[in-house]
């Protein structure tokens, strides 16, 4: 083990709260998204911290299989079975897309794709399926039911939040996708978007976003997109070791310049699994412009259960150290950066803020 692997990284502990269980995500300076899976809250940062979840500036059930995030007013973008729609902050439906989004949720066990809005509030991107209707076209994968169903490509949908329209649609080199993760870059002007299909693991797409429409950029294969770093053009990915297609087992963090597509860091992160992580439990969180915190999991069965995070060099993807949570033990596995260089961890219902010492 290196000097930096076994280095341990000083914190503080800043403050702690009580909140409902749920993913914490950061919209802006002032405000917190609390997602519980059955219901998504947007709450005032301030009152968050100090109080917790307690009383939301909107909220909005959401019905089975529906997956959605808020928008800069308090409304909410929602994704379902059969429709994508927005929710004012009083919950009355400002439009709706329906028409043929996902064309096999019939079978009503997933939700197609997720859906994401920009940092400014005006864009929202999703990830359609499309059928093979005309049996003279050939399909780029054939469900063989039944019934049976004949796929397309997926399709990349931009839409103006405001009205529903789709401003922009980009046909992804992936059919019938199980699952999407969006990244927006802080700005707004970029969108990478990984669909996961289970045969090849992460295929995952850069492009341009705006009220143009978009533009393809790149690609890669086999890692997922994970954050913008601020004020470049630099994408960071992870790959995990799943053991698709006998290719080479890797565990790495690597960054791209979306411009030229050119992987300009690569830094293969698996001792720092050595037999005890869980590769599938590994994601890295933008600290901030320098530093990024990669936690990791437990594998299943291990008697120490407790996540650990290790702090990173985001243009060197190098680890720095070890997070040392010990004045307060117990984070939890994800993590909320907040854009101050202070960030989230969760213990049950308890919710930690922390900082570099």
């Not at 913008?228 to 297609?245: D, K, Q, V």
């Not at 040392?324 to 907040?338: E, K, N, R």
Request: glycine share 12%; with cysteine; hydrophobic share 35%.
């Amino acid at each position: 083990m290196t000097d930096a692997r076994a280095r341990r990284v000083a914190v503080k502990h800043v403050g702690t709260t009580r909140a409902a269980r749920g993913r914490i995500h950061a919209m802006d300076g002032e405000r917190f998204l609390l997602d519980r899976g059955r219901s998504l809250a947007v709450h005032r940062r301030d009152a968050f911290l100090a109080l917790g979840a307690v009383r939301p500036l909107s909220r909005v059930e959401l019905p089975s299989v529906t997956r959605g995030t808020a928008t800069p007013d308090g409304g909410f973008v929602l994704c379902g079975e059969f429709r994508v729609w927005c929710a004012a902050p009083d919950g009355t439906t400002r439009w709706e897309l329906s028409d043929g989004i996902w064309p096999d949720g019939v079978r009503g066990d997933r939700v197609r794709g997720d859906v994401t809005v920009s940092p400014d509030g005006s864009l929202a991107a999703v990830v359609k399926s499309t059928l093979v209707t005309d049996p003279s076209l050939p399909a780029a994968r054939v469900d063989d039911g039944p019934p049976e169903r004949r796929y397309g490509r997926d399709v990349l949908l931009l839409l103006d939040t405001a009205t529903g329209e789709v401003l922009g649609r980009q046909p992804l080199d992936v059919p019938a996708l199980l699952t999407t993760s969006h990244v927006w870059h802080p700005d707004g002007s970029r969108l990478a978007v990984s669909c996961w299909d289970f045969w090849d693991s992460w295929i995952t797409h850069w492009l341009t976003a705006g009220g143009d429409g978009l533009r393809m950029l790149g690609q890669t294969t086999m890692e997922e997109a994970t954050a913008f770093l601020p004020g470049s053009t630099r994408l960071l990915t992870m790959r995990r070791a799943e053991g698709f297609g006998g290719s080479r087992e890797a565990n790495e963090l690597a960054s791209y310049d979306t411009d030229t597509s050119e992987r300009l860091a690569v830094h293969d992160v698996g001792d720092l699994l050595g037999g005890w992580g869980d590769p599938s439990g590994t994601h890295p969180y933008l600290l901030d412009a320098e530093r990024l915190i990669l936690t990791v999991s437990p594998r299943d069965g291990n008697t120490d259960s407790r996540s650990r995070h290790w702090l990173c060099d985001a243009n060197t993807l190098r680890p720095l150290g070890l997070l040392d949570y010990s004045v307060h033990p117990g984070a939890g596995h994800a993590v909320t950066p907040l854009g101050d260089g202070t960030w989230l961890t969760r213990r049950g219902r308890q919710v930690d803020r922390w900082a570099l010492a």
